[in-house]
C-alpha cells in the first residue's frame, strides 16, 4: 500500500503496484504472458504438491499477509515500513504455493482497492508473486544450505531473502518503466532501487520478527514448505530466482547507464503511439538532482549490484558441493 | 445378536491423544439412539469437542465409532463421504464454518459436494434456508450478519445436506438473549438425533432429556437430565452448576 | 463487525448495477485496453474517454465526482514519470536552475508526463466504477467466465472472505500495542529494531492466527464433504439483453480506439 518518504528525493514513488497508464501495452502483454505461464506452473505443481488442504490454508495466509500489509512501524523521519509478504509465504509455504497467495494478493489488492491496475495487473504480479517469490526462495534456500540449515540461518536468510526480493522487484518496475517510455532508466533504476534498499530492510526486520515468533511457538510450521531442493521444480525456482537476482542486479546498473538500448525498445512500440514520440536523449548533467553526477548514482547501485552478484556466485558455488539429505515432507 | 436398526451412534472404548501427547479422552463409551437428543456437558478441556470431531471423521481415536451403520475409523474415502452426509457437524465458531463468498454459496457446498445435480443443489438450499427462516438472505454476504444470523446459516450449511444426526458445539454461545431464544426453538423443530456440546444448562434443560458428563476426557455420568440436574454434588465436582 | 472502508461496493439499483458481472469485467478491461492504445497527446480523445466514464459514474448513480475523486489515488506515482519533463528534446518551455545543474522542461516531455496522468486517471475510474457496482462475489463469477483458474477463483474467495476477519485482528492488535506505547513526555519507541521486533512478532502472531484458523476452516469444510476438488455452482449463459449491450460496448471502445490511432 502507500509508503511516504519524506526525506527521499520525491523523483519516483516507492509504491511498487503499478496504476495503468505507466506501461505500455506492449510491455503489459507480455508481462501477462510471463505471469499466466508462471501462475500456471504454480497451480500445476501446488496441485500436486500439497494435499487438500492447500485452499483454506493459501486463502487465509493470503488474507493475512494482507492485514499483516496494515501492520506498519516507522522507520525513520516520516517515513514507515510495512510488509510485502513475498518472502514469508516463500519461506513457510514454499515457492509454487507463495506465488499462488501472493498473486491472490495482489490481484485483489488491484480489483477490490485500485492498489495497481488491472492491464498491468500482469506486470504487478510478475514482479511481486513470481520475481518476488522467486528471488526469496532462491537467496532464502542458498543461505540456508550456506549455514547448514542452523537456526540462526533461518533468520539470517529469512533477513536477506526479504531485502532481496523488494530491491529486485522494485528495479523489475523500473525497467518495465523505462521500457515503455514512461521513465528514463537512468533515472527511475537507481531512484527505486536505492529507496527500496532501506524499504527492504524494513520487509527484512518484520519478516524476521514473525520467523523468530514463529520459531518460539510453532516451530513445525517453518517445516510446512516442501523440504528445499528435494524436488526438482523447487530446485529449479531456486536457481532460477539467484539468475533473476544476478540478471537485474548486473543488467539494472547498465539500463541506467546505456539507457539507449531501452529507448530504442520505447520507441520501437510508437507505431501503438504517436509518429512524433522522439527517443530520449540523456543530458548528464542534471538527471539525478541530489548526487553531484549521473556517474555516481550509477556507480553506487553498481557497486551494491556487485555485492549481490559476489554473494549469489558464492551461493552457486556452495550449491555444487552442498551435501544436503532430503527430509521427508510432511502434510 | 440383533443390532437395533435405531442405533444412530455406537461409541466403544474410545481414547484419543493430541500429537503433542495430551491425553483427550479416554475409554469413553456411549449408545445413542435414532430420535434421542443428548446433551454433552462439562468443564472447558473436557473434551467435548474433541468427542463431537470424532463423530463423522476428522478425528480417528483407539476404539470403535459407530455412525448411523457404518464404522468411522479406517472407513474408506466413499464411505467417509457418507457419514459425513450423514452427520450434520455445526462448528462453535460460525465464521469458521461460513467460509463461502455467499450464504448461498455456503449452503449449497454440501449438496455440491454431494454432486447432486444444480436444479436439487437449489431445492435443498431454498428449504434449508426456509427452515432456519433466513429465506431472503441468500444473496447476502457472510461476514456482514450477525452472530445469531451467522449462527441460523451454519445450521443451514448442514441441514441442506438432510443429514440424520445433527452434532453441535456449543450452539448458543456468544449470543444475546433474544438470538438464544430463537435459536432454541429452532432447535426444538429438529427432527434429526441431536447430541448438543453445551454450557448453557439452561438450553440441556429444554432440550435434551439425556444428559453426558464428561471430565478430563472421561466419561462421568450418562443419564436422565432432571436425574443428572439435581445432583448438586455431583455437578459442582465436574465444573457445573445448576441452571 | 463491518469494515466499509475495505469494502468498495456500493448498493444501488442502477442500470450498472444490474448489468451482469460478467459483461462489466470485459468491458471494464477493454475500456483501460482503449485508454491504454490512446496516442500521446490526443487530448480530444481523452475528453471523449473521460466523457464516457463520467456518463458511467452517473449511470450507476454515484453521482459526477465519484469515480473522479477516487481515482485521484494514482497520483503519487505520477512522479515517476516526472523525469521525462526534462529528459525528452524539443521545443524548450521552461527551466529551472537548482545549484549548478539546469532542468529544462520541453512541450513533448510536457505532454508526455500529462498523458501518462491523464490515461492513468481515466483508466482508474473505470475499476473504481466496477468495483462500486459490483459485489465481490459477483466477480468472482465474471473471473471464472473469462477463464481464470478455479483453484485460483477459489483461493480468491476464502482470502476475500476472511480479509475481514484478519484485519479485524490486525487492527486489535495494533490497538493493543499502541494503547501500551505511551509515555508521558511522549518521547521514546527505543530502537527501530526492537520496533521492527515488536511489528514482526505481531506479524508472526497474525500468521500463526490464520493458520490455524485455516485448519478450522478446513474442518468444516471436510465436514461437508470437501475432498480437495473444486466444485462450483454452474452459472446462467448469457441473454440476449447482456451481449448486445457486451458487443456494443466493445464496437465503440474499438472504433475509439481506431479513431486515435488514424488521427493523431
Same mark, same amino acid.
Given at each position: 500500500?502507500?509508503?511516504?518518504?519524506?526525506?527521499?528525493?520525491?523523483?519516483?514513488?516507492?509504491?511498487?503496484?503499478?496504476?495503468?497508464?505507466?506501461?505500455?501495452?506492449?510491455?503489459?502483454?507480455?508481462?501477462?504472458?510471463?505471469?499466466?505461464?508462471?501462475?500456471?506452473?504454480?497451480?500445476?505443481?501446488?496441485?500436486?504438491?500439497?494435499?487438500?488442504?492447500?485452499?483454506?490454508?493459501?486463502?487465509?495466509?493470503?488474507?493475512?499477509?494482507?492485514?499483516?500489509?496494515?501492520?506498519?512501524?516507522?522507520?525513520?523521519?516520516?517515513?514507515?515500513?510495512?510488509?510485502?509478504?513475498?518472502?514469508?509465504?516463500?519461506?513457510?509455504?514454499?515457492?509454487?504455493?507463495?506465488?499462488?497467495?501472493?498473486?491472490?494478493?495482489?490481484?485483489?489488492?488491484?480489483?477490490?482497492?485500485?492498489?495497481?491496475?488491472?492491464?498491468?495487473?500482469?506486470?504487478?504480479?510478475?514482479?511481486?508473486?513470481?520475481?518476488?517469490?522467486?528471488?526469496?526462495?532462491?537467496?532464502?534456500?542458498?543461505?540456508?544450505?550456506?549455514?547448514?540449515?542452523?537456526?540462526?540461518?533461518?533468520?539470517?536468510?529469512?533477513?536477506?531473502?526479504?531485502?532481496?526480493?523488494?530491491?529486485?522487484?522494485?528495479?523489475?518496475?523500473?525497467?518495465?518503466?523505462?521500457?515503455?517510455?514512461?521513465?528514463?532508466?537512468?533515472?527511475?533504476?537507481?531512484?527505486?532501487?536505492?529507496?527500496?534498499?532501506?524499504?527492504?530492510?524494513?520487509?527484512?526486520?518484520?519478516?524476521?520478527?514473525?520467523?523468530?515468533?514463529?520459531?518460539?511457538?510453532?516451530?513445525?510450521?517453518?517445516?510446512?514448505?516442501?523440504?528445499?531442493?528435494?524436488?526438482?521444480?523447487?530446485?529449479?525456482?531456486?536457481?532460477?530466482?539467484?539468475?533473476?537476482?544476478?540478471?537485474?542486479?548486473?543488467?539494472?546498473?547498465?539500463?541506467?547507464?546505456?539507457?539507449?538500448?531501452?529507448?530504442?525498445?520505447?520507441?520501437?512500440?510508437?507505431?501503438?503511439?504517436?509518429?512524433?514520440?522522439?527517443?530520449?536523449?540523456?543530458?548528464?548533467?542534471?538527471?539525478?538532482?541530489?548526487?553531484?553526477?549521473?556517474?555516481?548514482?550509477?556507480?553506487?547501485?553498481?557497486?551494491?549490484?556487485?555485492?549481490?552478484?559476489?554473494?549469489?556466485?558464492?551461493?552457486?558455488?556452495?550449491?555444487?558441493?552442498?551435501?544436503?539429505?532430503?527430509?521427508?515432507?510432511?502434510? | 445378536?440383533?443390532?437395533?436398526?435405531?442405533?444412530?451412534?455406537?461409541?466403544?472404548?474410545?481414547?484419543?491423544?493430541?500429537?503433542?501427547?495430551?491425553?483427550?479422552?479416554?475409554?469413553?463409551?456411549?449408545?445413542?439412539?435414532? *430420535?434421542?437428543?443428548?446433551?454433552?456437558?462439562?468443564?472447558?478441556?473436557?473434551?467435548?469437542?474433541?468427542?463431537?470431531?470424532?463423530?463423522?471423521?476428522?478425528?480417528?481415536?483407539?476404539?470403535?465409532?459407530?455412525?448411523?451403520?457404518?464404522?468411522?475409523?479406517?472407513?474408506?474415502?466413499?464411505?467417509?463421504?457418507?457419514?459425513?452426509?450423514?452427520? *450434520?457437524?455445526?462448528?462453535?465458531?460460525?465464521?469458521?464454518?461460513?467460509?463461502?463468498?455467499?450464504?448461498?454459496?455456503?449452503?449449497?457446498?454440501?449438496?455440491?459436494?454431494?454432486?447432486? !445435480?444444480?436444479?436439487?443443489?437449489?431445492?435443498?438450499?431454498?428449504?434449508?434456508?426456509?427452515?432456519?427462516?433466513?429465506?431472503?438472505?441468500?444473496?447476502?454476504?457472510?461476514?456482514?450478519?450477525?452472530?445469531?444470523?451467522?449462527?441460523?446459516?451454519?445450521?443451514?450449511?448442514?441441514?441442506?445436506?438432510? !443429514?440424520?444426526?445433527?452434532?453441535?458445539?456449543?450452539?448458543?454461545?456468544?449470543?444475546?438473549?433474544?438470538?438464544?431464544?430463537?435459536?432454541?426453538?429452532?432447535?426444538?423443530?429438529?427432527?434429526?438425533?441431536?447430541?448438543?456440546?453445551?454450557?448453557?444448562?439452561?438450553?440441556?434443560?429444554?432440550?435434551?432429556?439425556?444428559?453426558?458428563?464428561?471430565?478430563?476426557?472421561?466419561?462421568?455420568?450418562?443419564?436422565?437430565?432432571?436425574?443428572?440436574?439435581?445432583?448438586?454434588?455431583?455437578?459442582?465436582?465436574?465444573?457445573?452448576?445448576?441452571? | 463487525?463491518?469494515?466499509?472502508?475495505?469494502?468498495?461496493?456500493? %448498493?444501488?439499483?442502477?442500470?450498472?448495477?444490474?448489468?451482469?458481472?460478467?459483461?462489466?469485467?470485459?468491458?471494464?478491461?477493454?475500456?483501460?485496453?482503449?485508454?491504454?492504445?490512446?496516442?500521446?497527446?490526443?487530448?480530444?480523445?481523452?475528453?471523449?474517454?473521460?466523457?464516457?466514464?463520467?456518463?458511467?459514474?452517473?449511470?450507476?448513480?454515484?453521482?459526477?465526482?465519484?469515480?473522479?475523486?477516487?481515482?485521484?489515488?494514482?497520483? %503519487?506515482?505520477?512522479?515517476?514519470?516526472?523525469?521525462?519533463?526534462?529528459?525528452?528534446?524539443?521545443?524548450?518551455?521552461?527551466?529551472?536552475?537548482?545549484?549548478?545543474?539546469?532542468?529544462?522542461?520541453?512541450?513533448?516531455?510536457?505532454?508526455?508526463?500529462?498523458?501518462?496522468?491523464?490515461?492513468?486517471?481515466?483508466?482508474?475510474?473505470?475499476?473504481?466504477?466496477?468495483?462500486?457496482?459490483?459485489?465481490?462475489?459477483?466477480?468472482?463469477?465474471?473471473?471464472?467466465?473469462?477463464?481464470?483458474?478455479?483453484?485460483?477463483?477459489?483461493?480468491?474467495?476464502?482470502?476475500?472472505?476472511?480479509?475481514?476477519?484478519?484485519?479485524?485482528?490486525?487492527?486489535?492488535?495494533?490497538?493493543?500495542?499502541?494503547?501500551?506505547?505511551?509515555?508521558?513526555?511522549?518521547?521514546?519507541?527505543?530502537?527501530?529494531?526492537?520496533?521492527?521486533?515488536?511489528?514482526?512478532?505481531?506479524?508472526?502472531?497474525?500468521?500463526?492466527?490464520?493458520?490455524?484458523?485455516?485448519?478450522?476452516?478446513?474442518?468444516?469444510?471436510?465436514?461437508?464433504?470437501?475432498?480437495?476438488?473444486?466444485?462450483?455452482? %454452474?452459472?446462467?449463459?448469457?441473454?440476449?439483453?447482456?451481449?448486445?449491450?457486451?458487443?456494443?460496448?466493445?464496437?465503440?471502445?474499438?472504433?475509439?480506439?481506431?479513431?486515435?490511432?488514424?488521427?493523431?
Amino acid at each position: 500500500m502507500l509508503f511516504a518518504p519524506k526525506f527521499l528525493p520525491l523523483l519516483v514513488d516507492s509504491q511498487m503496484h503499478i496504476p495503468d497508464g505507466f506501461l505500455s501495452v506492449l510491455v503489459s502483454v507480455v508481462c501477462w504472458g510471463l505471469t499466466v505461464l508462471g501462475v500456471g506452473v504454480a497451480l500445476w505443481r501446488t496441485g500436486q504438491e500439497l494435499d487438500e488442504r492447500k485452499i483454506p490454508l493459501m486463502g487465509v495466509l493470503g488474507a493475512t499477509i494482507f492485514a499483516g500489509q496494515m501492520l506498519n512501524f516507522s522507520v525513520a523521519g516520516g517515513t514507515s515500513g510495512h510488509l510485502m509478504g513475498a518472502a514469508i509465504a516463500a519461506i513457510l509455504l514454499g515457492p509454487w504455493p507463495a506465488v499462488l497467495v501472493m498473486t491472490s494478493v495482489v490481484s485483489i489488492q488491484a480489483l477490490l482497492f485500485q492498489d495497481g491496475g488491472l492491464l498491468v495487473l500482469g506486470a504487478n504480479v510478475f514482479n511481486m508473486a513470481i520475481v518476488g517469490v522467486f528471488v526469496a526462495y532462491g537467496v532464502y534456500q542458498t543461505i540456508l544450505t550456506l549455514t547448514r540449515n542452523k537456526p540462526w540461518g533461518t533468520f539470517v536468510g529469512g533477513f536477506v531473502a526479504a531485502w532481496t526480493s523488494i530491491v529486485i522487484a522494485s528495479l523489475v518496475v523500473a525497467l518495465q518503466l523505462a521500457l515503455s517510455g514512461t521513465s528514463p532508466a537512468n533515472i527511475s533504476v537507481p531512484a527505486m532501487g536505492l529507496i527500496h534498499m532501506v524499504i527492504g530492510a524494513g520487509e527484512g526486520l518484520i519478516t524476521i520478527g514473525a520467523l523468530a515468533f514463529l520459531y518460539a511457538t510453532r516451530r513445525d510450521l517453518l517445516g510446512l514448505a516442501p523440504a528445499g531442493p528435494s524436488r526438482a521444480s523447487n530446485r529449479a525456482v531456486w536457481i532460477g530466482g539467484l539468475i533473476i537476482a544476478l540478471a537485474l542486479a548486473v543488467l539494472s546498473p547498465l539500463a541506467s547507464i546505456h539507457p539507449d538500448g531501452l529507448e530504442w525498445v520505447a520507441e520501437e512500440q510508437g507505431f501503438l503511439n504517436t509518429a512524433q514520440d522522439a527517443p530520449y536523449e540523456i543530458i548528464p548533467d542534471y538527471v539525478f538532482p541530489g548526487l553531484p553526477d549521473e556517474r555516481v548514482a550509477t556507480i553506487l547501485a553498481g557497486i551494491v549490484g556487485a555485492l549481490i552478484v559476489f554473494g549469489t556466485a558464492l551461493g552457486v558455488a556452495y550449491l555444487r558441493h552442498r551435501r544436503q539429505p532430503d527430509t521427508a515432507y510432511e502434510a | 445378536m440383533v443390532k437395533t436398526t435405531s442405533q444412530e451412534i455406537l461409541i466403544k472404548n474410545l481414547n484419543f491423544s493430541y500429537p503433542d501427547g495430551q491425553m483427550a479422552l479416554s475409554n469413553v463409551s456411549l449408545e445413542i439412539q435414532r *430420535g434421542e437428543r443428548v446433551a454433552i456437558v462439562g468443564p472447558n478441556g473436557a473434551g467435548k469437542s474433541t468427542l463431537l470431531l470424532h463423530l463423522n471423521g476428522i478425528l480417528r481415536g483407539d476404539g470403535r465409532v459407530r455412525v448411523a451403520g457404518l464404522e468411522v475409523p479406517g472407513a474408506s474415502d466413499g464411505a467417509l463421504r457418507r457419514v459425513r452426509a450423514a452427520v *450434520g457437524l455445526v462448528f462453535q465458531n460460525p465464521d469458521d464454518q461460513l467460509f463461502s463468498p455467499t450464504v448461498f454459496d455456503d449452503v449449497a457446498f454440501g449438496p455440491l459436494y454431494m454432486e447432486l !445435480p444444480p436444479q436439487e443443489v437449489d431445492r435443498r438450499v431454498t428449504r434449508a434456508l426456509a427452515w432456519v427462516g433466513m429465506e431472503e438472505y441468500a444473496g447476502r454476504v457472510s461476514h456482514h450478519l450477525s452472530t445469531g444470523e451467522k449462527k441460523r446459516i451454519a445450521i443451514a450449511t448442514v441441514l441442506a445436506m438432510e !443429514p440424520r444426526l445433527l452434532a453441535l458445539d456449543e450452539p448458543s454461545a456468544g449470543l444475546d438473549p433474544r438470538a438464544r431464544r430463537s435459536l432454541i426453538e429452532l432447535l426444538c423443530t429438529l427432527p434429526q438425533t441431536l447430541v448438543v456440546s453445551t454450557h448453557d444448562m439452561r438450553l440441556v434443560q429444554e432440550l435434551c432429556p439425556r444428559t453426558v458428563i464428561l471430565d478430563q476426557g472421561r466419561l462421568v455420568a450418562d443419564g436422565s437430565t432432571q436425574e443428572i440436574l439435581n445432583d448438586e454434588v455431583l455437578l459442582n465436582t465436574h465444573g457445573l452448576e445448576r441452571p | 463487525m463491518h469494515y466499509h472502508f475495505l469494502d468498495p461496493y456500493r %448498493p444501488a439499483k442502477s442500470v450498472l448495477h444490474t448489468l451482469d458481472p460478467r459483461v462489466k469485467l470485459v468491458l471494464t478491461v477493454a475500456f483501460i485496453l482503449a485508454v491504454a492504445l490512446a496516442p500521446t497527446a490526443a487530448w480530444p480523445l481523452y475528453t471523449l474517454l473521460l466523457a464516457l466514464a463520467v456518463a458511467a459514474a452517473v449511470a450507476a448513480e454515484l453521482g459526477v465526482t465519484y469515480a473522479l475523486k477516487r481515482a485521484l489515488l494514482a497520483l %503519487p506515482f505520477a512522479l515517476a514519470a516526472l523525469p521525462s519533463l526534462f529528459t525528452l528534446p524539443g521545443a524548450r518551455l521552461f527551466s529551472l536552475q537548482i545549484g549548478q545543474w539546469v532542468l529544462t522542461a520541453t512541450e513533448p516531455g510536457l505532454q508526455r508526463v500529462l498523458s501518462v496522468v491523464l490515461k492513468s486517471w481515466i483508466s482508474m475510474q473505470a475499476a473504481v466504477l466496477l468495483t462500486a457496482t459490483t459485489e465481490f462475489p459477483d466477480l468472482l463469477v465474471a473471473m471464472r467466465a473469462i477463464g481464470v483458474p478455479r483453484l485460483l477463483v477459489a483461493i480468491f474467495g476464502l482470502m476475500w472472505r476472511y480479509l475481514f476477519v484478519l484485519v479485524d485482528e490486525a487492527i486489535r492488535l495494533i490497538r493493543a500495542r499502541d494503547a501500551r506505547s505511551g509515555s508521558p513526555m511522549g518521547q521514546g519507541g527505543r530502537t527501530v529494531w526492537w520496533r521492527a521486533r515488536v511489528t514482526g512478532g505481531m506479524a508472526g502472531n497474525l500468521f500463526l492466527r490464520g493458520y490455524e484458523r485455516s485448519e478450522r476452516i478446513y474442518a468444516a469444510m471436510a465436514a461437508r464433504g470437501y475432498d480437495g476438488e473444486v466444485r462450483t455452482f %454452474p452459472q446462467p449463459p448469457l441473454n440476449i439483453g447482456q451481449i448486445i449491450v457486451l458487443i456494443g460496448g466493445l464496437i465503440s471502445l474499438g472504433a475509439l480506439t481506431l479513431l486515435g490511432i488514424w488521427f493523431w
